[in-house]
């Protein structure tokens, strides 16, 4: 693979096949706009080029707001020709400001039916169904004769098995999530904190209260999804070791991601889903509005459907391809989880979702002052005599 590294205003590196290059004045580029957090399959997009003999500018923003927030300030005149890792966050911005134009590419109908749009602005790449994980291990009771009764001072834990676990006092010391300000899937974990616990609902607790009741119970915020999972997440250590922790935020897919670099898949992982609370996340592409280069966006937005591309889609975080016939590996056909996940109400989070950011902020340094709530004032009123 040939791989070039400049900077043009923004990081981008050029994707080509040497077969390819051999006449600079003939060849042929396409613009991709991507972003940091979005897992990109190479070697997808080198068997591209090797195809077409168009070779690959790739563009990397920051994450899915910068990425967008960029395409609205060039709408008139655009960085990029494809655009590739809008989540579910940025949809609808992406499509209110017709950021990009109607496709339908080929290979469509593989697509999982549940995440296509009606308006086909947009076409689905791939898809994360973010859930608590929890370690097997440290809830595993202790060997015992079938007339022995059981010992209470070294009776495990009852394994947490719904995302109101993070609430309950026994729990709340356990578990660690990413810091959603730092953090693209710790806001994953904030939206699926709000869908449990809606404000203005009857009956239900708003979320900025559950929030603070996690954190005086003992929730640890980490500052990224990695601090969270590769360091605090400790599922095999012993509760005396250094305060590891033993819940955190992640996906349905963790339990196949923790041994993709074992040279042997092991016959168990120490990773368990919870099935509760969990919240489907899609990644779109698109071709980017007024693009000079229609027709061979088009051809680059065909390929991420290809059975290559999806084949290579998942990611540290535990994403899925949007196609459904793809063939999974070894690791997750043993270790990966269907959750239930519901979709997020896009249309709704859309134009709001940075307010929750701002009452997040505010519950937090609150919690963190180590002031304690204010009591709410009772007025007791005595009927006169």
């Known amino acids: 693979m040939k791989l070039k590294r400049f900077s043009i ?24 706009l991507t972003h940091k957090q979005f897992h990109l399959p190479l070697d997808a997009l080198e068997e591209f080029t090797a195809k077409t003999g168009i070779e690959v500018l790739v563009f ?16 008139e005149n655009p960085v990029a020709d ?71 001072p070294t009776r495990p834990l009852e394994a947490p098995d719904s ?32 869908r449990a616990y809606p404000e203005n609902t009857a009956g239900v607790e708003p979320w900025p209260k559950v929030l603070e009741q996690m954190l005086r119970s003992g929730v640890e915020i980490a500052p990224s999804w990695e601090e969270a999972w590769f360091t605090r997440f400790q599922p095999t250590a012993q509760e005396s070791e250094d305060d590891p922790r033993s819940l955190t935020w992640g996906s349905a897919g963790m339990p196949a991601v923790s041994v993709r670099f074992m040279p042997e898949l092991p016959e168990e992982v120490d990773v368990a889903v919870i099935n509760s609370g969990c919240i489907k996340v899609v990644n779109y592409a698109g071709i980017v509005r007024n693009t000079p280069d229609r027709r061979n966006a088009g051809r680059l937005l065909d390929s991420f459907l290809e059975p290559l591309f999806q084949y290579q889609v998942p990611d540290r975080y535990g994403s899925q391809p949007a196609r459904t016939d793809i063939l999974r590996t070894e690791a997750w056909k043993r270790f990966g989880v269907k959750a239930k996940a519901i979709p997020l109400d896009e249309w709704r989070i859309g134009p709001i979702w940075e307010q929750w950011l701002m009452t997040w902020r505010q519950v937090s340094n609150e919690v963190k002052s180590g002031r304690e709530p204010v009591p709410p004032v009772v007025t007791v009123t005595i009927p006169s005599q």
């Open 60 to 75: 990397t923003e920051e994450d899915a707001t910068s990425m967008v927030s960029l395409l609205e300030k060039s709408s």
């Open 82 to 152: 494809v655009v590739l890792g809008i989540d579910s966050l940025e949809r609808r911005r992406a499509s209110e400001k017709r950021l990009v134009e109607a496709y339908k590419p080929i290979g469509i109908e593989n697509v999982d039916e549940t995440l296509l749009l009606q308006d086909e602005l947009l076409t689905p790449v791939s898809q994360l169904a973010a859930c608590l994980n929890r370690s097997k291990s440290r809830y595993l009771s202790l060997p015992r004769r079938l007339d022995e009764l059981p010992d209470k």
């Open 9 to 32: 205003a923004l990081f981008s590196f050029v994707i080509g096949a040497a077969a390819c290059s051999s006449s600079a004045t003939n060849t042929q580029t396409i613009r991709l």
């Open 163 to 194: 995302f109101s676990a993070l609430t309950d006092p026994r729990h709340a010391p356990t578990a660690v999530v990413p810091d959603p300000l730092e953090s693209r899937m710790g806001l994953y974990f904030l939206v699926a904190l709000e």
